[in-house]
Nanobody, 122 residues
Framework: QVQLVESGGGLVQAGGSLRLSCVASGRTFGRYSMGWFRQAPGKERELVAAVTWGGSTYYAQFVKGRFTISNDNAKNSVFLQMNSLKPEDTAVYYC????????????????WGQGAQVTVSS
């Protein structure tokens, strides 16, 4: 059974930085994508950034230039470096993984972590 465990969330002031980490275990498929979604209260879950096994990346427009996704295949890990944080980035951030490539919708992804709260104060 695939398990994803996120860490690194917290409270930060606007303009600050946080780094989220996610470690996967129990994954048996050799080619996969890993991504970060977020969900703010009353809003739908949305894709923030994703990276494929080969290193191709995708960023939502609202985080381009501020967030960086990276992965360490040897450690089954994915990271999200978040800089220049804004109050509107406040949300629960979820790590997700799926075989091969996955789409931009939550239903396209097979496995999810429990979520990490990120709160940005103004």
């Amino acid at each position: 059974q695939v398990q994803l465990v996120e860490s690194g969330g917290g409270l930060v002031q606007a303009g600050g930085s946080l780094r989220l980490s996610c470690v996967a275990s129990g994954r048996t498929f050799g080619r996969y994508s890993m991504g970060w979604f977020r969900q703010a209260p009353g809003k739908e879950r949305e894709l923030v950034a994703a990276v494929t096994w080969g290193g191709s990346t995708y960023y939502a427009q609202f985080v381009k230039g501020r967030f960086t996704i990276s992965n360490d295949n040897a450690k089954n890990s994915v990271f999200l470096q978040m800089n220049s944080l804004k109050p509107e980035d406040t949300a629960v951030y979820y790590c997700a993984t799926s075989p091969y490539s996955a789409g931009a919708l939550p239903r396209d992804w097979n496995y999810w972590g429990q979520g990490a709260q990120v709160t940005v104060s103004s």
